[in-house]
């Protein structure tokens, strides 16, 4: 089993940037392919970015292409999403999870679904 903690959300104006972290514990993290989804109030929980196990192939949501950048250090069982550019609109909370195979292939990594182990989510509000 593993345990995620994601941190790093805040209230930020529009324009501005954020980086949150997920520190993983529990399993051989280096393992796994990672994901970012948020969840805005009334909404679907959206895609918003995956990496492979190896951090050498990255995925993005159409909504945060070039603003949005995912990344992880294995070393410190940590993925990271930094958010540049930030509107209104990507307020949302926001979560990281972890694939349920070894060194799955992180493009196929688009739906909730697909995913196995949650983070608790972290806040992130863009005040216009």
């Known amino acids: 089993q593993v345990q995620l903690v994601e941190s790093g959300g805040g209230l930020v104006q529009a324009g501005g940037s954020l980086r949150l972290s997920c520190a993983a514990s529990?399993?051989?993290?280096?393992?796994?392919?990672m994901g970012w989804f948020r969840q805005a109030p009334g909404k679907e929980r959206e895609f918003v970015a995956a990496i492979s196990w190896s951090g050498g192939n990255t995925y993005y949501g159409d909504s945060v292409k070039g603003r949005f950048t995912i990344s992880r250090d294995n070393a410190k069982n940590t993925v990271y999403l930094q958010m540049n550019s930030l509107k209104p609109e990507d307020t949302a909370v926001y979560y990281c999870?972890?694939?349920?195979?070894?060194?799955?292939?992180?493009?196929?990594?688009?739906?909730?679904?697909?995913?196995?182990?949650w983070g608790q989510g972290t806040q992130v509000t863009v005040s216009s």
């Open positions: 999870a972890t694939d349920t195979v070894r060194y799955g292939l992180a493009r196929r990594l688009k739906n909730p679904a697909d995913f196995g182990s």
């Open positions: 529990g399993r051989t993290f280096s393992s796994y392919s």
